[in-house]
């Protein structure tokens, strides 16, 4: 059997079902998320797009365990998300998910090394020295990890924050708008960097964006338009992206 | 730019609150140390007007020349008692008697530590003593009163018959008829008194003449020129209103003191707000960067951004002061219930009052010290660029160490460093001169700390870290990079608490040092098991005392020590002669023998009178008239020796044969402890004044007023620590503002809710120790410097205990300046902080 078709018989490594948040009270009542079913599959590249406001950030808070749905369920792996407390998901997020955000990823008293090898230490897990390696050479950091983060390009930050979230071997990594912050070379970097993830070391990838080239890397893309899931591409092309949000927003 | 101004106050109350504790904590104190004196001095006044009320005029006889050696002070004679009484509008008068009349404890020894004095009760209008249980002796010869403290104290009740010894030490009983209050009297107050009727005191006494004559009369003033004009010279004459004024000016003096004291600590306490006030208002300033840039955005100029951070200091100055004005007002109510309760020998009748000038420098001060500590804040706040509004990101302040700053530091501490290293090597111990540079130079060295502070935070967070690094984990490792992240913010922060301990451990050296220079000056010099003393070291032991004990086997070595007044040219000199093994330490000259026309004299009344070894100095003596004495030796002064010492024959032949003021007795080695008490005690079972005394309880008693000084000033510290935990909670508070996207960044990562709050108390636990770190070095080097200027030959200890602990607490009270910030940065949402400006 190959790599592929292994996947292909896992179960998803996130599924969420009936899923819906509110904000606020009586006539201030912000319904983000009306009732989402989605299930992201093992090994798998998922875009997230939508228009702003659609939802998308929250979606991605509520699947991550960094805010809680109002109503619906959420399962990472064969872990349910809701009812846990604090404690319990602060744990279920250090050892199964990894993340990645559009700016202020990094820390700035650490290294790049310090940086990418946090998650362990917070863990107070060894770290695989070959994945390691092979995680640095992949995003060829391996000359700057004695930096600082102010001393590396936006860019590089961003590889640093790739790294740190492939060191620990998630069961997902959800990535907020990543490319949201860099130009479109080190942007093109970064998302191959992801795809290889996925390709080479079997991660499974969440990312949510507004660019329909970003978008474009990834295996498959769900639209949510309102706080709902009313579209979906396998295999996009930025022109299919394109075209399907000019029809959500048409 | 004041609504702005008021916004803002709302804005951030709690950080207000916090900074308006320190102002409202130092002016507390400074304003109940007003409250208190105020307080007391009304109490003073008030008794020492209801007294004197009595009194139409007082005659005294006129005040001593000061600096004369104490000798029995001057009376008036009974004849002008009977001359004043004569004079025509005098109704009534009464000399007031008083002299040394032992009370014998029912141990049957002299109770107390000094003698009690006797004094007269007078009977009628002109009566001062205010009875406060039972009568006054009245006409009884045969009864007495006691002031309620001693009596208290040894035990006596009304109805007792308590025993006295008259000025010849001969036994006499009395009925204890009643209780009185010595009052504003501090001699009385202090030696504890009998009361006697005038013909009693006179007889107890042996004093024929009156320290003071109360007339009673109408038209004071008028009395006052009649009695002038017929008392003559040497003699005062005041209406009772003077007398009152006097009196209570006495009485201030002291209370002046004890004020100055405490508000030296008040000052302390201010300069602490001081820094915390800076701290308070350069942390709101970068909070609302954004804000105050958007106001120079929408047009203001930095004028009016300079003149709304001012503002804001002055409503805190003002609202902070007030409420430590109340604050001083309850500090000065408990303490006077405190001190009530204790039966503190001060008047604590009078109603506490916040009087007008107590108002005006609390409110003053605090305004001053808010509004002083603004200024650089608000000077910063002026110059935010308006493009800063449009910046996402705080951007982390950078610190280099400037040339400038390493200037300046060097500068200062060089100064400092060499101006107390020449006062505390070069300059002669003792001298107020000295101390004075040795404080100026450690005042220059704390100004070079302070600047070079900034530069030395990492270093130190690097060095205190190292342990919590290891232990903590991430969380450690976390903690200490913040903590040397703003070096300057955590450069102030730090100082404040520093001051405190600098002072906490100057003050525990120089009381360790004290007692071991004592310790080792005991051991050395006086080396003694036992002391046969009179209350007042008056020449009160027999010497057949001394020589019976000198028959005792058990005994190694017995000292007679005996001395008496003479005069030296037109000063008075303490001159005698000691027997016995005793081996004083001889600063120059020679102490093998003593001969005739020969004199040892202690450095220090040496260097009053300006005599040398070889020169001659002029005594004038009972029995051989002037006689001539040649000084052959200077002694230190902490040996037990008299000013002047002579051999024992020519001292007998020239004064006679005076009795021994004090014996010095140690006991051979394997002799029981209580055996040799026993017989200490049974040579001088037949006489009650003489009390004996051993050198661990007077040790015991040194080391109990060395502790109580040192727990006194520790606590009065203890505010200014106080204060500077304040700053330390304000700037982890900002931290936790600063960073909150990275906390939250941390969380996103898998830190937990209670690993982030390690964070901070351990990054805490690093400020508190590097301030106290600096603090302690400073204090031991000014504790060495001090202990050199106190007196020479001093020793230095280090309470290493004592330091330790204090190290510790300060790491302890960082970690509790630490909850609530922490608390607030673990409970903030993920998802919030992540989309956070």
């Known amino acids: 059997m190959t790599l592929t078709e292994t996947r292909r018989h896992a179960p998803p490594a996130v599924v969420a079902r009936g899923l819906t948040k509110v904000y606020g009270q009586g006539d201030a009542r912000v319904h983000a998320l009306r009732g989402v079913d989605v299930a992201f599959a093992t090994g798998a590249f998922t875009a997230i797009m939508g228009p702003s406001g659609s939802g998308k950030s929250t979606l991605m808070h509520c699947l991550a365990g960094l805010d809680t749905a109002t109503s619906g369920t959420v399962h990472i792996g064969d872990v349910e998300l809701t009812g846990l407390g604090d404690k319990q998901l602060t744990l279920l997020r250090r050892d199964r998910i990894g993340f990645i955000f559009q700016a202020f990823n990094l820390l700035p008293t650490l290294t790049a090394e310090q940086n990418i090898r946090l998650p362990l230490e917070i863990a107070a897990r060894q770290a695989d020295q070959v994945l390691f390696d092979r995680v640095v050479e992949t995003v060829g950091l391996k000359d700057r990890l004695g930096h600082r983060p102010t001393e590396l390009s936006g860019g590089q930050q961003q590889r640093v924050a790739v790294a740190r979230a492939l060191i620990s071997k998630p069961q997902v990594i959800f990535a907020d708008e990543p490319t949201g912050n860099l130009d479109s070379r080190s942007g093109a970097e970064v998302l191959s960097f992801l795809r290889t993830s996925v390709r080479e070391l079997g991660q499974t990838i969440v990312m949510v964006t507004h660019d329909p080239m970003a978008a474009a890397y990834a295996d498959r893309v769900v639209f949510l338009h309102d706080g709902e899931l009313v579209s979906e591409l396998v295999a996009p092309t930025p022109q299919g992206v394109l075209d399907t949000l000019m029809r959500l927003e048409g | ?837």
């Open chain 2, 1 to 837: 730019m004041l609504k702005t101004a008021m916004a803002g106050l709302r804005a951030h109350t709690l950080r207000l609150l916090l900074t308006s504790l320190a102002i409202t904590l130092g002016v507390g104190f400074i304003a109940g140390t007003f409250v208190l004196t105020d307080t007391i001095k009304a109490g003073f006044g008030q008794r020492v007007t209801a007294e004197a009320d009595k009194v139409a005029v007082a005659v005294l006889p006129k005040a001593e020349r000061p600096g004369a050696e104490p000798s029995t002070p001057s009376t008036l004679p009974p004849s002008l008692l009977e001359r004043l009484r004569a004079l025509p509008g005098v109704t009534d008068a009464q000399g007031l008697t008083r002299g040394r009349t032992p009370l014998i404890g029912k141990d049957g020894k002299a109770a107390g530590d000094m003698p009690t004095s006797g004094v007269s009760v007078a009977s009628g209008p002109l009566n001062r003593t205010t009875i406060v249980a039972g009568t006054g002796p009245g006409s009884d010869d045969a009864a007495a009163v006691l002031d309620e403290n001693t009596a208290k104290a040894e035990g006596f009740r009304v109805g007792d018959t308590i025993t006295v010894l008259d000025h010849t030490g001969a036994r006499h009983p009395f009925k204890l008829v009643g209780l009185f209050d010595p009052g504003v009297d501090q001699e009385l107050a202090y030696t504890g008194a009998v009361g006697f009727t005038p013909a009693a005191a006179a007889r107890m006494t042996g004093e024929a003449g009156f320290r003071e004559i109360d007339l009673a009369g109408a038209d004071p003033a008028r009395l006052k020129q009649a009695v002038a004009a017929t008392v003559g010279a040497g003699v005062e004459v005041m209406t009772g209103t003077e007398l009152a004024a006097r009196l209570a000016a006495q009485a201030g003096v002291e209370i002046d003191a004890m004020s100055l004291a405490l508000l030296m600590f008040g000052l302390v306490a201010m300069m602490v707000a001081a820094l915390v006030i800076y701290n308070t208002f350069n942390i709101l300033v970068a909070q609302r960067t954004k804000e105050m840039a958007l106001l120079r955005c929408v047009g203001a100029t930095r004028g009016q951004v300079f003149g709304s951070i001012l503002i804001e200091s002055v409503v805190v100055g003002l609202l902070s002061s007030g409420l430590g004005l109340l604050a001083g007002y309850g500090l000065g109510v408990v303490t006077m219930r405190v001190l009530e309760a204790f039966d503190a020998p001060l008047p604590t009748g009078a109603a506490v009052t916040l009087t007008p000038s107590t108002i005006a420098v609390g409110l003053a001060l605090g305004l001053v010290v808010t509004v002083g500590a603004a200024l650089l804040p608000a000077r910063t706040a002026t110059r935010v660029a308006p493009v800063a509004a449009l910046r996402t990101q705080v951007e982390e302040q950078t610190f280099r160490t400037g040339v400038l700053r390493m200037l300046f530091a060097g500068l200062f501490l060089a100064a400092g460093l060499g101006t107390a290293g020449v006062g505390a090597l070069a300059l002669q111990p003792g001298q107020p001169s000295t101390l004075i540079v040795v404080m100026a130079g450690g005042a220059l060295t704390f100004l070079g700390v302070l600047i070079l502070g900034p530069v030395l935070v990492r270093p130190l967070s690097a060095l205190v870290g190292w342990v919590p690094r290891r232990l903590f984990g991430v969380p450690g490792r976390l903690a200490v990079d913040n903590s040397g992240r703003n070096p300057k913010r955590a450069a102030t922060t730090t100082v404040a608490l520093t001051i405190g301990v600098t002072l906490m451990t100057l003050i525990s050296v120089v009381t360790a040092s004290t007692r071991a220079t004592m310790d080792a000056k005991l051991d050395e010099q006086f080396p003694i098991d036992y002391m046969l003393a009179s209350q007042d070291r008056e020449a009160a032991v027999p010497r057949s005392v001394g020589a019976s004990l000198r028959q005792r086997p058990e005994l190694r070595d017995v000292v007679q020590i005996r001395q008496t007044t003479a005069t030296s040219g037109a000063r008075r000199v303490r001159i005698g002669a000691y027997e016995g093994p005793l081996q004083p330490v001889v600063k120059a000259g020679s102490l093998r023998d003593l001969g005739p026309g020969e004199v040892a004299v202690r450095a220090a009344t040496a260097a009053e009178f300006g005599w040398r070894v070889g020169g001659t100095v002029p005594v004038k003596t009972k029995r051989a008239g002037t006689v001539s004495l040649t000084v052959v030796a200077l002694v230190d002064d902490d040996t037990p020796i008299p000013s002047l010492t002579m051999a024992p024959a020519q001292f007998d032949s020239a004064f006679g044969a005076v009795p021994d003021s004090s014996v010095l007795v140690n006991v051979e080695d394997g002799i029981s402890p209580d055996h040799a008490r026993n017989l200490v005690d049974a040579a001088v079972a037949a006489y009650p004044t003489v009390k004996v005394s051993s050198s661990t309880a007077v040790r015991g008693e040194f080391d109990e007023a060395l502790d109580m000084l040192l727990m006194i000033v520790t606590g009065l510290l203890g505010l200014a620590v106080l204060i500077s935990l304040l700053g330390i909670a304000n700037t982890l508070a900002l931290s936790v503002h600063e960073r909150t996207r990275e906390s939250a960044l941390l969380r996103a990562l898998g830190l937990t809710r209670s690993q982030l709050r390690r964070t901070l108390s351990v990054e805490a636990l690093v400020l508190g120790l590097i301030g106290a770190l600096i603090g302690v070095v400073l204090g031991l080097v000014f504790g060495w410097a001090a202990v050199r200027v106190m007196a020479d030959g001093a020793r230095y200890a280090v309470p290493g205990g004592q330091i330790a602990m204090l190290v510790a607490l300060s790491g302890l009270a960082g970690v509790l300046a630490a909850v609530l910030p922490a608390r607030r940065a673990a409970r903030a949402s993920i998802v919030g902080s992540l989309a956070a400006g």
